[in-house]
């Protein structure tokens, strides 16, 4: 009985000791023409379910029994797989490569520190770029509140005016609680994900948020639980840093710890030693040697033409093309073709009306263009009256403000030189294209053949394929 009350009292030891154990852990200015997430003015109220104390039943008159176990084979040991951490930062001394983007920053009490300004302010490691990875970081409200927290796979461009870009998680603490959303910036321009949503997570002297990417799939943690998952394909790689909206009077917040963590790894099995009594084989079909994993992270722009008019669609027509032809007849309309299944035919559709000698060119966006660091497939629902009409999709290189003409820019399109496989049906126009500059738009360009016809376009889409990456026959097909 005594060594089974040793025993017990050094288990009892180590687990305090285990569950005692604490976690411890310039500059260029911007131009004022950030957005940001701007919380509810009345957030919805979430009362907590009440937490029930359950005590322990102790089973009275019973000594606990201490059973023996079967010795362990060490082979059968299966080794300990330690993630590897990319990039730490405590900023328990000035933090090397790390830039601010806006209002004022400081480093306090072994902690970086945000104070008000008059516009969203970030502070970043920019000597680093990361992709597929856990990004996690210590968020703490100093005074008062506002929103605040971690952005990843950020880029910012430009010299004199700065134009940010990238993902962010938020935090805004209300009646106790957390409110939180995740969402992008595109050049400034704040765009959301989740929009903000209301927690049963109190707000901690120490909050914790954390992301999983891989690919475009994302798992957004608020203090170890999960609140979310998603999906987007604009960002594929970017730096990692902290963020603050732009408030009035004394607001100060505390950043910590932020890291980057690789993946999960997975081991590799180690065979059996087995001689096998040999079987004659048959020499296998060769299989392709490029195999690629699949991006399928959504597209990175769509357009199905959902309103009645060009402008509220973003769509901006060039009449005659850049060649100066006669122009052709360009609506938004609902009185469609009959679609096969899965393609085209729902709702409204762009048409354009073109007779020989005419043409049109139509460029897709007015936001910010789509981001891409590889290749970008276009595709789009086709259908034509008949089979002599030019046909033209592709993308157009532009700037990070989208600007056509860019410099260095190139024109990517595929070309049809009649509409032979969209004649009296739907069918599917689709096209690559490597961008020069990083930004791209999706164009449209119609010229008449030998006979009037009409085309209608639905349902365009644009994908960024990452370099190392594939796409599925799903998408092509």
Known sequence: MKQYLVLLTAVFVFVCLVMGAADEGRDISGAPVLSAPVVDPIPIKITPTPLVVVKPTMAIGFEPVIREFPKIIISEIIPLLVQDILYREDFDESPNGWFVFGGPWSLINNYL????????????????????????????????????????????????????????????????????????????????????????????????????????????????????TFNDGTFSYGKIGVWKEYETGSIYTAYDNVTVTALEATPTPTPKVTTPTPVPQATPTPLPTACYPIAEAGPAYQNVFEFNDLPSNEVVEFPGTFAGLPPASTIITSVIPDADPGLGGEGNALRVSVDPGQGTLIVLGTGAPVATDGLVYVRADVWASNATVNLFLGVIDTNAAGDLGAGGGSLGLEQHMTSTLFNGQWGILRGFHQSTTGFVRPIIQIVGGAAAADIYIDNIQVYNIPKGFGISDALLW
């Open 113 to 228: 520190r945000a104070h008000n300004s008059a516009e969203v302010t970030f502070a970043y490691y920019k000597n680093q770029n990361f992709s597929n990875a856990y990004y996690s970081c210590l968020l703490k409200y100093l005074d008062n509140r506002c929103p605040a927290g971690m952005c990843f796979r950020l880029n910012v461009f430009g010299t004199s005016n700065y134009y940010v870009s990238g993902y962010a998680v938020g935090l805004y603490p209300n009646q106790g609680y957390l409110q939180w959303v995740f969402g992008k910036w595109i050049n400034n321009n704040w765009v959301n994900i989740s929009g903000w949503r209301m927690s049963n997570i109190p707000n901690q002297e120490w909050n914790t948020i954390s992301v999983r990417a891989q690919g475009y799939a994302f798992q957004i943690k608020i203090n170890n639980q999960l609140v979310g």
